[in-house]
């Protein structure tokens, strides 16, 4: 009995690692970037295109950036969340509509409806890299100080915003 | 006559295959990247380096690291340009840390306990062995059978 108690034990061990294993996503990479400013930048805005957008305009206030593109199906999966948000008010939702063309763009928003305050447009994709996308949709916390909090890896689904995003934007609100 | 099948044997060279993507102008600059390239992740395809991948993000990837290269930027820079962005898992040869040192020394861990444990398994069988002691008799008896079996033809 005694000599199979040890093949035994790593046996379990080893199932127990791979177990763990088994409910990790491996497309959800930790970012870099949590903790430090979100990087510059200043993009043509979808509708206006005589306008920028830039994230200095959004100093002092906490915002969530999502990068999105028509191309993109999972961000139809989590389009109705970011509906019922903005229609809450609760934070303001800005986008990027990444690696997209402009019309596109405009015949999706336009079936789907518009949740975000303004879409900048990142034709080449360079502001998304320097953001570390890479998988749309994401979504960045940003804070008053325009630090990136969170990173939301794959689409937002309503159970992430209330449980962990929500609750962080209004700790960071209160700051 | 035969000039014409001659013609029309020549057509197809002239449809020559293209490449699948055009590379830059300047080899040198290809050179690097495709060094560099080869120890960097794809982002999206994650077990592919960022030279195989076709993904666009790669593609963009290709096309940033290109121009730092022209920008005369060193391969330390623009390795540390993407892990600043995705982190160190974009390095193919994750970097020695707190956090990997169990990667890295994993395998002689793994190697020392299994030297050990065989070192400690023979030791075992050899005292298990050296324990049988032989009686006068059963001395005689052994050497009497083995004499037997060599004379046997």
Not at chain 2, 15 to 25: I, Q
Not at chain 2, 49 to 56: C, E, K, W
Request: net charge neutral.
């Amino acid at each position: 009995m005694n000599r199979f108690l040890l093949p035994l034990a790593i046996f379990v061990v080893v199932v127990g690692f791979l177990a763990v294993g088994l409910t990790l996503n491996p497309r959800e990479l930790p970012s870099p970037l949590v903790g430090k400013p979100a990087p510059y930048f200043s993009l043509p805005q979808l509708y206006d295109q005589e306008k920028t957008f830039s994230p200095n305009e959004m100093k002092g206030k906490v915002w969530l950036l999502n990068f999105w593109a028509s191309w993109c199906e999972a961000c139809k999966e989590e389009h109705p969340v970011f509906i019922h948000l903005a229609q809450s008010g609760e934070v303001p939702i800005y986008a990027i509509d990444y690696k997209d063309r402009r019309e596109d763009a405009l015949k999706w928003l336009k079936q789907w409806g518009n949740p975000w305050t303004v879409i900048a447009v990142d034709e080449s994709g360079r502001v998304g890299i320097d953001f570390g996308v890479y998988g749309v949709p994401e979504t960045y916390v940003i804070d008053k100080a325009g630090v990136i909090r969170y990173k939301q890896i794959g689409p937002l689904r309503e159970d992430i915003l209330q449980g962990k995003i929500l609750p962080l934007v209004r700790e960071l609100q209160k700051q | 006559m035969r000039w014409l099948l001659v013609i029309i044997l020549l057509i197809p060279s002239l449809a020559e295959a293209k490449e699948a993507r055009p590379l830059a102008d300047n080899p040198q600059v290809e050179a690097r990247l495709k060094h560099l390239a080869v120890e960097l992740r794809c982002l999206v395809c994650q077990n592919q380096t960022l030279a195989d991948s076709n993904a666009p993000l790669a593609e963009d990837l290709r096309r940033e690291i290109r121009e730092m290269i022209a920008k005369d930027m060193s391969d330390h820079d623009i390795i540390d340009f993407l892990v600043q962005r995705y982190g160190d898992f974009v390095l193919y040869r994750p970097p020695w840390k707190a956090t990997t040192t169990l990667l890295w020394l994993g395998p002689f861990l793994l190697l020392i306990a299994g030297a050990t444990a065989l070192v400690l398994v023979l030791r075992r069988r050899q005292k298990k062995l050296a324990d049988v002691t032989l009686s006068e008799a059963e001395h005689n008896r052994v050497a009497q059978l083995l004499s037997e079996g060599a004379n046997r033809p």
